[in-house]
């Protein structure tokens, strides 16, 4: 069984343009994704899925100078990006990775990759808080089966279910077998969310990072201490 993930990014987002470019600690955000996503033990191989515009390039780069496959598709429609790199790299399982996620976890990763394994659904997430996972945001991913995406692909028809890979899924619960993945105690806090979607998420994460001398390796429960020492939830002892 061949597990893959694809980190699907371009530079062209509407409400952050080249987001994916911005630095923490001396290195972009793409990197801190791909580093903490190739810590992943159970991952075969890792996919960047950039678009074939010239302004994207420099991802093509970046993801060959970490030593990533690369796949180049449509623009607006990622949901065809995806399901044909998943298709030209035959992969069986495919964990969907978000770039704009610098703390993303290879432990959870690891975990989401193990309890979908050893049961028979179609999809899986632990990557935020929804149907009472009672994750904090950004230290997780979505899996899902090839045959699973190829439901997806065929049965989207709307814009808004082309541009987000998993919204048929969420539009259309009953159709599929979801398995919910229950946060651990140390991650359980919903309330927190360490992805980055626009100017302020970027200056909030930089700053965080910053202040708490956190790492590019930083395990999730320690950021997630990190965060409630910074709001006064726990003290610095």
């Given at each position: 069984?061949?597990?893959?993930?694809?980190?699907?990014?371009?530079?062209?987002?509407?409400?952050?343009?080249?987001?994916?470019?911005?630095?923490?600690?001396?290195?972009?955000?793409?990197?801190?994704?791909?580093?903490?996503?190739?810590?992943?033990?159970?991952?075969?191989?890792?996919?960047?899925?950039?678009?074939?515009?010239?302004?994207?390039?420099?991802?093509?780069?970046?993801?060959?100078?970490?030593?990533?496959?690369?796949?180049?598709?449509?623009?607006?429609?990622?949901?065809k990006?995806?399901?044909?790199?998943?298709?030209?790299?035959?992969?069986?399982?495919?964990?969907?990775?978000?770039?704009?996620?610098?703390?993303?976890?290879?432990?959870?990763?690891?975990?989401?990759?193990?309890?979908?394994?050893?049961?028979?659904?179609?999809?899986?997430?632990?990557?935020?808080?929804?149907?009472?996972?009672?994750?904090?945001?950004?230290?997780?991913?979505?899996?899902?089966?090839?045959?699973?995406?190829?439901?997806?692909?065929?049965?989207?028809?709307?814009?808004?279910?082309?541009?987000?890979?998993?919204?048929?899924?969420?539009?259309?619960?009953?159709?599929?077998?979801?398995?919910p993945?229950?946060?651990?105690?140390?991650?359980?806090?919903?309330?927190?969310?360490?992805?980055?979607?626009?100017?302020?998420?970027?200056?909030?994460?930089?700053?965080?990072?910053?202040?708490?001398?956190?790492?590019?390796n930083?395990?999730?429960?320690?950021?997630?201490?990190?965060k409630?020492?910074?709001?006064?939830?726990?003290?610095?002892?």
């Amino acid at each position: 069984m061949k597990i893959v993930a694809i980190i699907q990014t371009r530079t062209g987002s509407r409400r952050f343009p080249k987001k994916v470019l911005k630095n923490i600690l001396n290195k972009s955000l793409i990197d801190w994704v791909i580093y903490r996503t190739k810590k992943s033990s159970k991952l075969k191989q890792i996919i960047l899925a950039t678009t074939k515009l010239k302004k994207d390039d420099v991802l093509v780069n970046i993801a060959k100078k970490n030593k990533i496959s690369i796949f180049r598709g449509d623009e607006k429609n990622v949901l065809k990006r995806y399901f044909e790199a998943a298709k030209l790299y035959n992969a069986d399982l495919i964990v969907r990775i978000c770039s704009d996620n610098p703390f993303i976890d290879p432990k959870q990763i690891d975990y989401l990759i193990k309890k979908f394994k050893n049961k028979s659904f179609e999809y899986a997430f632990n990557h935020q808080s929804r149907l009472n996972t009672n994750y904090a945001d950004g230290f997780g991913a979505e899996i899902f089966t090839f045959n699973t995406l190829k439901k997806v692909y065929l049965c989207a028809k709307s814009k808004s279910q082309k541009e987000h890979v998993t919204k048929y899924i969420w539009d259309n619960l009953k159709k599929f077998k979801i398995l919910p993945i229950k946060s651990p105690k140390k991650l359980a806090y919903p309330k927190f969310k360490f992805d980055i979607n626009t100017p302020k998420d970027y200056t909030l994460i930089k700053n965080f990072t910053k202040k708490f001398k956190i790492k590019i390796n930083t395990k999730a429960e320690d950021i997630v201490k990190f965060k409630l020492l910074e709001i006064g939830e726990i003290n610095n002892e």
